[in-house]
């Protein structure tokens, strides 16, 4: 919750900026925060989760009529994974209203990429969210099973430089039809995030690498999104939407935020409109 009303302030004196919704939660009769400010209030919620001051609670009647009659008009959007140790609202103390919320296994575009890319457009172009945060974790399954893929793939591709493999042998490779299941075809996809977080590193334990790689990985999708949409593209580049990273550490239950992608200004030169899936041209991304 983003502070519902104005009699609720003096319970937040400690916060640094205080954003009011005229309804009680955010619908269509609020403004748009810009992107600086919606940090500033997802940090700020961030800090209430940690400290165990949450203030979202439950929706009233009233509450939830707004929503209903007014449509949305939330604070950020948040690309974040499915694990159920993560929960976006949550972490952030929000309520129904407050975040447009992605989640799939690692917070990743490479799947489903048309529906996370175009939800993010959605978002961005009819909703008037001016912060995209790319929300990675620690201890994510998702990247850790992929960087178990490449530690395996590694270590056969050491034994085939004395053994030759039979083709039958051979690993499925990323985006190749030759997954055994949808679920290996996502780990496929996440696997060079592993290799570049090893190559990073110059080496390291499966752990030690897997971890790097949730950084490595909130870069990558975040590239993604820069690379292969002509609309995010040029609001990031216009300055009226920020496209962030963070990681938010399961343990302290605290969000670090990283900042914009290293990569950004080479990726606003890009052209690309349209993402592989739906036709358009395949890029490295990471
Ligand atoms: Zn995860």
């Keep these: 919750m983003f502070c519902s009303c104005l009699g609720e302030q003096a319970d937040h004196q400690h916060e640094q900026?205080?954003?009011?919704?005229?309804?009680?939660?955010?619908?269509?009769?609020?403004?748009?925060?810009?992107?600086?400010?919606?940090i500033e209030v997802l940090q700020a919620g961030n800090r209430r989760f940690v400290q165990c001051d949450v203030k979202a609670g439950g929706l009233g009647p009233d509450m939830r009529r707004a929503l209903a009659s007014h449509g949305q008009r939330p604070v950020a959007t948040v690309i974040g994974c499915a694990d159920s140790r993560c929960p976006v609202e949550q972490l952030f103390d929000a309520r129904p209203g407050d975040i447009f919320v992605l989640r799939n296994a690692g917070?990743?575009?490479?799947?489903?990429?048309?529906?996370?890319?175009?939800?993010?457009?959605?978002?961005?172009?009819?909703?008037?969210?001016k912060m995209i945060l790319?929300?990675?974790?620690?201890?994510?399954?998702?990247?850790m099973g992929a960087t178990k893929q490449f530690m395996e793939r590694s270590a056969q591709e050491s034994t085939d430089q004395s053994t030759e493999a039979s083709e039958s042998e051979q690993p499925p490779q990323p985006g190749s039809c030759k997954s055994r299941s949808t679920l290996l075809g996502l780990l496929d996809a996440l696997v060079p995030v592993a290799e570049q977080a090893c190559v990073e590193l110059g080496g390291g334990s499966t752990e030690e690498i897997a971890a790097h790689a949730v950084k490595v990985n909130v870069w990558r999708t975040i590239n993604f999104l820069l690379s292969y949409s002509l609309i995010i593209r040029e609001k990031v580049a216009s300055g009226e939407v920020g496209l962030q990273g963070a990681i938010y550490d399961m343990s302290s239950g605290a969000v670090e935020f990283l900042g914009k992608s290293p990569k950004q200004a080479?990726?606003?030169?890009?052209?690309?409109?349209?993402?592989?899936?739906?036709?358009?041209?395949?890029?490295?991304?990471?």
Excluded: F, W
């Design 17 to 38: 900026l205080v954003y009011t919704s005229k309804l009680g939660v955010r619908t269509t009769v609020d403004e748009p925060l810009s992107a600086s400010q919606a």
């Design 107 to 129: 917070n990743t575009c490479t799947h489903a990429e048309g529906s996370m890319v175009g939800s993010v457009e959605y978002s961005v172009l009819n909703l008037e969210t």
């Design 266 to 286: 080479q990726l606003l030169n890009y052209d690309g409109h349209v993402v592989p899936s739906m036709g358009g041209p395949v890029r490295q991304v990471s």
């Design 134 to 143: 790319v929300l990675g974790h620690t201890g994510c399954g998702a990247i």
